[in-house]
DNA sequence: CAGTGGTCTAGACCACCCT
DNA sequence: GGGTGGTCTAGACCACTGG
């Protein structure tokens, strides 16, 4: 049986991926918050005690898992979630052209719920622990297109309100990091068909029984967190959900 | 307008990129072939007149685009189409229970067509060129899942035949690294969700107009050449797609 | 101009694999 | 034991940014 250290990494890890540790425990605490600059490369290496290069192997780490960015001659910075950047990151619905458009958001519902047993098992929380459930209607164009059920632990957020979502400035995950301090950093996606029931159909203006994209989206925060179930039926008579694959 | 050099980079390109080009050039070549060990760092080094870390950027790209394996100890390898990488890499079903289980496939056609303009399109050759047409359908545990619809150039696979596919060892993409030395390094896939019509219902023994998830998946190459156009028909009633975004 | 990240080098030492 | 990749260092120089 391989020995772990109490900071989870293997006894004997190489320094940078302690070093590495020692930045997202940083980030983690909220001692360098999103979009602000973290110390140059130098001043890390004297605060680690090690040299650039290990630093640099560490950084690049975090860069290529889009924690954090680089803009050479300024310095390196925490990612922000931006309008833009959740729409290149995880909006994955595009039209026929292959062109990328954010929708309108309407908020159709918001209510107090308990989580059922499916709920609860991929959130990672009890069976019947209080949630938020948020119904919103994403339309391009002026024709619907989206209807998403998205499911969060109040406990994560606490003191959410419908009015709090409807006058969000941005998107939802930019109100996640930026009244919660909940950073979403990965999702996980399932996708499947489905036929429209009566409230989707009257929801999205489509028949019932038309065929939907139905996507079961999992989005988790530092340390494999799951912060937020969503499940999003898309009309993809005009749209597609785009998914790249680097072998 | 920025000057480009004739090996397509930005004149003044770092090094390691000029290093990685040139190893993807032997790679296309066939200098060293799947499965295929290449030179040791030190040796590449030697042969490209740069330092050892030069080199060790350049193939950490190539490691990271899943075109090159490393072994310590061992040596560097050219990453080769196996049953296990391709169900890894390629094939995003899973069971409900979130395990992946590799089909078995049974051809159900193979024709010689002529490309119409969608296809001519989206693999980037003349409308009315020639192309192979095979149909397959996977199965698991006896049960009907996918049917494919794949299209490929002839000109890039010479007198392929129903025979061959058919007694192929391993997967597609194997067959077509191993006998006609075309690499799929990349994927595109656009998803929506469709009604079964008579064909389909009948191969996957559902009923005329269930709801089934539609795949177009794009293969690539090096130089992102096209050199595959599937259509996949997938019963998502017990099997789902996965896909994860970091970020 | 000073400070930052980006590239490149040269070498040391380690862990691992094969023979 | 000899060769391989993996880590780590120390320093030089470059390109870019901002004041």
Known sequence: MNQISL?????????????????????????WKPGEIIPSEKRLGERFGVSIGTVRKAVDELVAENILIRHQGRGTFVTSHTHDRYVFAFFHIIG????????????????????????????????????FRLTNRLSIAGKPLIVDDIHVPERSF????????????GTLYQLYQDNFAVAVLRTEERLRACLADERLASLLEVEVGAPLLHIVRLALSFNDLAVELRHSYVNTAHHEYFA???Q
């Open 158 to 169: 606490p003191h959410l309100t419908a009015e709090t979502v409807r006058n969000r400035p």
């Open 96 to 131: 026929q052209d292959g062109h990328k458009e954010y929708p309108k958001v309407e908020l159709q519902a918001f209510a107090s719920i308990k989580a059922d047993a499916d709920m609860a098992q991929r959130l990672g929380i009890r069976t019947g622990s209080k949630l």
């Open 244 to 246: 790249e694959e680097h």
């Open 7 to 31: 900071s989870g990494l293997p006894l004997g890890a190489p320094l940078y991926q302690e070093v590495k540790r020692k930045i997202m425990e940083s980030l983690r605490s909220g001692e």
